[in-house]
């Protein structure tokens, strides 16, 4: 069974980066989109960004363009979330999500690693 493990969260100061990575345990279809979601503290989890099966067509929502970057390496089964100039409010738990669909919808993935989380301090 194919399972998500995410890794690189932590605390960094405003205007800071992390990378994060989602390693799957297992090899996943090569249909297989990706996506990163994050959750802060009392509110719904929010979609981040997606990438298809190939690697192409990359998204974001609004508040992260220009300054996250999704990236995967298929060969390694690991998909990336580069975050720079980062602000206290992309402070949440992060999480990557497999999904046989290119969606934005959390409810459109089947698997999810366990999350990892990042803290931007002012």
């Known amino acids: 069974q194919v399972q998500l493990v995410e890794s690189g969260g932590g605390l960094v100061q405003a205007g800071g980066s992390l990378r994060l990575s989602c390693a799957a345990s297992?090899?996943?279809?090569?249909?297989?989109?990706m996506g990163w979601f994050r959750q802060a503290p009392g509110k719904e989890r929010e979609f981040v960004a997606v990438?298809?099966?190939?690697?192409?067509?990359?998204a974001y929502v609004d508040s992260v363009k220009g300054r996250f970057t999704i990236s995967r390496d298929n060969p390694k089964n690991t998909v990336y979330l580069q975050m720079n100039s980062l602000k206290p409010e992309d402070t949440a738990v992060y999480y990557c999500?497999?999904?046989?669909?290119?969606?934005?919808?959390?409810?459109?993935?089947?698997?999810w690693g366990q999350g990892t989380q990042v803290t931007v301090s002012s």
């Open positions: 297992g090899r996943t279809p090569s249909s297989t989109a």
């Open positions: 999500a497999a999904g046989r669909t290119y969606a934005t919808a959390p409810r459109a993935y089947d698997l």
């Open positions: 990438i298809s099966s190939s690697g192409g067509s990359p």
